[in-house]
């Protein structure tokens, strides 16, 4: 998925902008950079984080970067901040999100004869690359920033580092947030509230969908008002988010605690210990056992010195490696227990699979599996969410196959979760993973425990609803 962050300060910001950068690095997966403007020009470092810390790649580039203003970000694909000449000036841009429509809008950029684009290392276009090109087709940073966000089928939120301070815009629908933070000299940008306390700042204000704001030191300007339609990302609050986080003033470990303490009222299973997966599954396990009063417990202790996040390898056989050695079990909370695990998520089931059978081995009597939201049967339109290349490697999208023949079809009855076709598309995952029990998040009680309206939630990888799927290209309105 990404993050990034902004700094203008009246002071060198740089400590700050590393500080700052690196409180997003749950978000990415291959590429960490930050970009700093100083009266000599500017200054910039991209690495790849891949198989390291964002800290350890950068620590010595810090040394030697200097200026009142900067951007940095952790990018899932493409390296980032592009530093851009255009009629516009000299600026660095850092993007997050996805372009859906980028072949359409880079074939739209070739008819004008006057633009080029640069192939990313792994093939394709660098979608920074090309908002970029849009934004310099209009007559200011605000027209153009303004033009391309209205473009993109997707989402993109945008950092622009100028001369004139920092530009910030969250995208149309607000899929991803953009949080402004202030201390006394200082002013800072952000997609995690977390990045803000352990340096001071305190958050002033949240942009809306489609804002368009310049950040200087002497304060926030605002240059394009937010629209009057959200699509927040709910699985921001399920997964993605840091516990320390909030997005729209609702803080992720308060949601997930929610999000475990609703599982639980509807939960008839009788266990000896409840648990999460860690580490996001933790706050909703958490939430179930103080709602049912029964023990949490760590059967699994995570080993986090030297082993990542599991999603973000590039290959499926190292995300499984990953995922294996990085949760050591412990046999004397194990053996012989009725174990309920809490989830974020099932989205392949592939290296859950193998967490269960170890559960067994290690002489478990039953295992449950409680995830924290309904069954994912719709690949994400909007954001970079899972590195499944189809729908199908989604467990409830390959259960509906098998049930319905190898086609896809009563799409609205398996997103239901009172209907028979869900409850048989959900026995067919827990028996794929052998599991004593499955029981999903019902979709009413989760966007309950986010507090915010549905009609502002994005929840199309559930139910194939947005708001705005008509007009972006999803699948119902």
């Known amino acids: 998925m990404g993050g990034f962050f902004g700094v203008v300060s009246n002071e060198d910001c740089c400590l700050d902008l590393f500080y700052g950068t690196d409180y997003h690095s749950?978000?990415?997966?291959c590429r960490g950079g930050l970009?700093?403007?100083?009266?000599?020009?500017f200054a910039r470092n991209i690495h790849d984080i891949t198989n390291a810390q964002f800290r350890s790649k950068f620590e010595s580039d810090i040394k030697t970067m200097h200026g009142p203003s900067g951007i940095g970000v952790i990018s899932d694909n493409e390296s980032q901040p592009l530093i851009i000449g255009s009629h516009l000036g000299t600026y660095a841009i850092v993007t997050v999100g996805v372009v859906k429509n980028a072949e359409k809008l880079a074939g739209n950029a070739y008819k004008k004869r006057a633009t080029?684009?640069?192939?990313?290392?792994?093939?394709g276009l660098n979608p920074t690359e090309l908002f970029a090109t849009m934004i310099n087709q209009e007559a200011s940073f605000e027209e153009g920033l303004k033009s391309a966000l209205v473009q993109v089928q997707g989402s993109m939120s945008v950092l622009l580092l100028t001369e004139h301070g920092i530009y910030a815009a969250r995208d149309e629908l607000g899929r991803t947030p953009v949080i402004i933070g202030k201390k006394p000299g200082s002013w800072a940008v952000t997609m995690e509230t977390t990045a803000f306390p352990n340096l001071d700042y305190e958050v002033e204000r949240y942009l809306g969908p489609g804002e368009i704001v310049l950040i200087t030191p002497d304060g926030v300007e605002q240059k394009c008002p937010p629209g009057d339609k959200m699509q927040i990302?709910?699985?921001?609050?399920?997964?993605?988010?840091?516990?320390?986080?909030?997005?729209?003033?609702?803080?992720?470990?308060?949601?997930?605690?929610?999000?475990?303490?609703?599982?639980?009222?509807?939960?008839?299973?009788?266990?000896?210990?409840?648990?999460?997966?860690?580490?996001?599954?933790?706050?909703?396990?958490?939430?179930?056992?103080n709602e049912k009063k029964i023990p949490y417990g760590r059967p699994f202790a995570k080993y986090t010195p030297t082993w990542p996040r599991s999603f973000m390898p590039q290959v499926q056989e190292m995300?499984?490696?990953?995922?294996?050695?990085?949760?050591?079990?412990?046999?004397?909370?194990?053996a012989g227990k009725r174990l309920l695990f809490c989830e974020d998520s099932i989205v392949r089931g592939t290296q859950?699979?193998?967490?269960?059978?170890?559960?067994?081995?290690?002489?478990?009597?039953?295992?449950?599996?409680?995830p924290a939201c309904p069954p994912l049967i719709f690949g994400c339109e909007f954001l970079n969410f899972s590195r499944s290349r189809s729908e199908l490697d989604l467990a409830g999208r390959r259960a509906i196959r098998e049930l319905e023949g190898g086609v896809d079809k009563h799409m609205e009855e398996y997103a239901d979760p009172k209907s028979d076709r869900h409850a048989a598309?959900?026995?067919?995952?827990?028996?794929?993973?052998?599991?004593?029990?499955?029981?999903?998040?019902?979709?009413?009680?989760?966007?309950?425990?986010?507090?915010?309206?549905?009609?502002?939630?994005?929840?199309?990888?559930?139910?194939?609803?947005?708001?705005c799927a008509a007009k972006k290209g999803g699948a119902k309105a």
């Open 352 to 370: 859950l699979k193998d967490t269960i059978q170890r559960l067994y081995d290690y002489g478990a009597l039953e295992v449950h599996m409680r």
């Open 116 to 123: 080029h684009f640069s192939e990313m290392s792994g093939g």
């Open 26 to 29: 749950h978000l990415g997966t």
């Open 319 to 334: 995300r499984d490696l990953v995922a294996r050695m990085k949760l050591i079990p412990i046999r004397d909370l194990i």
């Open 425 to 467: 598309m959900v026995d067919r995952i827990g028996q794929r993973l052998s599991l004593t029990s499955l029981r999903y998040q019902e979709l009413p009680d989760l966007v309950e425990a986010i507090g915010l309206p549905k009609e502002t939630l994005c929840t199309y990888c559930w139910d194939g609803c947005t708001g």
């Open 35 to 41: 970009a700093v403007l100083n009266d000599r020009g």
């Open 233 to 289: 990302c709910s699985f921001l609050w399920v997964y993605y988010g840091f516990p320390a986080s909030s997005y729209e003033g609702i803080n992720v470990e308060d949601v997930r605690y929610r999000c475990g303490a609703a599982l639980a009222r509807k939960d008839p299973a009788e266990i000896d210990l409840a648990a999460g997966i860690p580490d996001s599954g933790t706050g909703h396990a958490i939430g179930y056992a």
